[in-house]
């Protein structure tokens, strides 16, 4: 069973920065990708970032340049450095594990989600 846990979240006003993390209760090199989603109220979720288990990372366009994934290997971590962040940052972000098992299924796995406001 992989388990995440988020930290992270919180209001801040334009401009400003946060830095979301996951912990996994797996040694992410058994994860072929780990990734950030959000969901703002009424729209779907949408993946914000990914960082496969080689390095390989992915960016939605509304936050290239601004947004930044990365993995720590030994702590069974990753984190989204969210810089100059904009009111249409705000939602509910979510870490998600990716994993595929022997049998080439599929299986994602979530964390409890955490809320991003960024108002003035």
């Known amino acids: 069973q992989v388990q995440l846990v988020e930290s992270g979240g919180g209001l801040v006003q334009p401009g400003e920065s946060l830095r979301l993390s996951c912990s996994a209760s797996?040694?992410?090199?058994?994860?072929?990708?780990m990734g950030w989603y959000r969901q703002a109220p009424g729209k779907e979720r949408e993946l914000v970032a990914s960082?496969?288990?080689?390095?390989?990372?992915k960016y939605a366009d509304s936050v290239k340049g601004r947004f930044t994934i990365s993995r720590d290997n030994a702590k069974n971590t990753w984190t989204l450095q969210m810089n100059i962040l904009k009111p249409e940052d705000t939602a509910v972000y979510y870490c998600?594990?990716?994993?595929?098992?022997?049998?080439?299924?599929?299986?994602?796995?979530w964390g409890q989600g955490t809320q991003v406001t960024v108002s003035s």
């Open positions: 960082i496969t288990s080689d390095g390989s990372t």
């Open positions: 998600n594990a990716e994993v595929i098992d022997i049998l080439r299924r599929r299986y994602d796995y």
């Open positions: 797996v040694r992410i090199r058994s994860i072929s990708a």
